[in-house]
């Protein structure tokens, strides 16, 4: 935690450490963030002590101090000194919200697709990841996984469902919290995702499926996430996501790189 306090960090972030030299990066780019009363809680997982992010995150989200929570991918890379506290300012601005985050997709269609939202550059180019075309908290239905903020509040009264692995965490939280008549936005950051976003594997799709299938009677017919828009409702939606996990199933079993 940045500076010495008496009182609680109004931030907690949390992230998953499954590579030391990674975190140690992340760290380094923290370290120079300014003006963010924060703490950080560290869920080390090198020797795969968790069998879900979402168990790793409920874990750590018990014993954080924070009003708000921030849970944040290692491979995270803050673009000047006040790229956090910028996003924290959002956070602190919108007065209820169910899920925040910097990359995600409105329930909005473009061209009968799905549209991108995030103003953050990714992968080793560092290329645009998305429509960048906003400057204020903008509603989304679902937000990626690298980096999204919830009120301690709300997780208290909606803490992550003990689906195992290691997807749509964030989207299922985004799905609970429009269940809860609370609303979701994406907001501009000056951030790097050192990934390039193709982290979709077959399990990916395993677990997608199973969240359809759990949400099925609340979902309305698309559900747009910052990977595809996925149909939500009879035979052609299940063909649809039974197609893309075995597409990816073939692909990892023939080592085929994701494009």
Known sequence: MRGVT?????????TIINNKSTFDE?????SQQRDVDYE?????NCNNEFTSARSAYNHAANLAKGEFLIFCHPDIRFLDEHSLFDIC??????????????????????NNNRVLLSTIIHGNDKIQAGDSNFSHATEVQTLD???????KKFWELHPFSNQDGWHL??????????????KNYVVPARIWHTSDGKSEDYHYYIYLRQLIHKYRDDLPATLNTTVKKFPTRGVSANLYTLYWLLNRWTKQFLHIKVK
């Open 89 to 110: 300012k959002f956070a602190q601005d919108q007065k209820e919200f169910g899920v925040m985050g910097i990359a995600g997709s409105p329930s909005e269609l473009k």
């Open 145 to 151: 996984e690298c980096f999204f903020i919830m009120t």
């Open 26 to 30: 992340f760290s380094v780019s923290l």
């Open 40 to 44: 950080l809680i560290k869920i080390n």
């Open 6 to 14: 008496l009182k609680s960090p109004k931030y907690s972030i949390i």
């Open 169 to 182: 965490y964030a989207v299922e939280q985004c799905i609970i919290a429009n269940l809860n008549n609370q």
